[in-house]
């Protein structure tokens, strides 16, 4: 996949055009990359370093609750969103993939558009690149200036992952648009204080405002929650998959959830922004 969205990347390290050769990505510069034999690529300095990327076991815990379905009405939720008026040749990207369930939901919404997935985890980007047949991954820090042609993107999704306001804008078309989805302070409320998660900041609307006020200018916003029944088994691994995972022992974290009801009622709530370049 990665040879048809060739031409929305472009060479991380002086910025010339890329063209595939063979299992390799290569700039005009003669600045070259490697194809991953699972279909990613890295286009990372040598120097970088993994920092907060999700590991081998994030990742897994990731897989195994998405799968389940938990999540599936905030796919379908987004996906709607992501499609609306989106052209059938389109370029989507999705800053801060992980295993790209949710472009791959999208994707499913818009034959022939194509996915491109940005994501700092190997890990995850393993399991992306398989999510859809339209989905092209590179590993990437999306804190650095991104290896995507100026106004190509027709529209940036932003699940749960940074935010780079000057990028994001720099790749977007003038007539595109900047999906997020954020969580609210409601956001698995039942296990917050009992299993000692770390809590969503209340003031993360104000900072998104922040970062992407100069650059984009809001469209709409709207809030979803999802009533989700989870066994124990089940809650282990959400806290695995995200920003609570390695935070709490796995013994001590039993032990806490051991007091809770089996299965346990867990309100997800989300935000889905959608910004139109300012």
């Not at 990742?59 to 709607?80: M, N």
């Not at 699940?159 to 954020?182: M, Y």
């Not at 956001?187 to 204080?193: A, F, R, T």
Request: charged share 20%; glycine share 10%.
């Amino acid at each position: 996949m990665l040879t048809d969205l060739v031409d929305h990347l472009i060479c991380p390290v002086c910025g010339a055009d890329l063209a595939c050769e063979g299992r390799v990505l290569r700039c005009t510069a003669g600045h070259c990359f490697d194809i991953a034999k699972q279909g990613y690529v890295n286009l990372l300095p040598g120097d970088a370093r993994a920092g907060t990327a999700d590991t081998a076991e994030m990742v897994r815990a990731r897989v195994a609750f998405l799968g389940a379905g938990h999540f599936s009405s905030l796919a379908a939720l987004l996906a709607e969103e992501v499609a609306d008026g989106l052209p059938e040749a389109a370029c989507v990207l999705d800053a801060g993939a992980g295993t790209g369930h949710y472009l791959g939901a999208v994707l499913e919404r818009v034959p022939g558009a194509m996915g491109l997935a940005l994501d700092l985890s190997k890990f995850a980007l393993r399991r992306a690149v398989g999510e859809h047949p339209r989905i092209g991954a590179a590993v990437w820090d999306l804190w650095r200036p991104l290896p995507v042609r100026t106004g190509s993107i027709n529209v940036i999704m932003n699940v749960f992952a940074p935010r780079n306001g000057a990028e994001f804008h720099r790749v977007l078309r003038p007539d595109g648009a900047l999906v997020v989805v954020t969580p609210t302070g409601r956001h698995l409320g039942e296990l917050v204080g009992s299993l000692g998660l770390l809590s969503v900041d209340e003031r993360k609307p104000e900072r998104m405002a922040a970062t992407l006020g100069e650059y984009f200018r809001p469209e709409r916003h709207d809030e979803h929650e999802i009533s989700l029944w989870l066994s124990h088994p089940d809650v282990d691994t959400l806290v695995g998959m995200g920003p609570s995972a390695g935070h709490i022992p796995g013994e001590e974290l039993r032990q806490r959830l051991a007091v809770l009801p089996d299965p346990v009622e867990v309100t997800a709530s989300f935000r889905i922004s959608r910004f139109a370049p300012a």
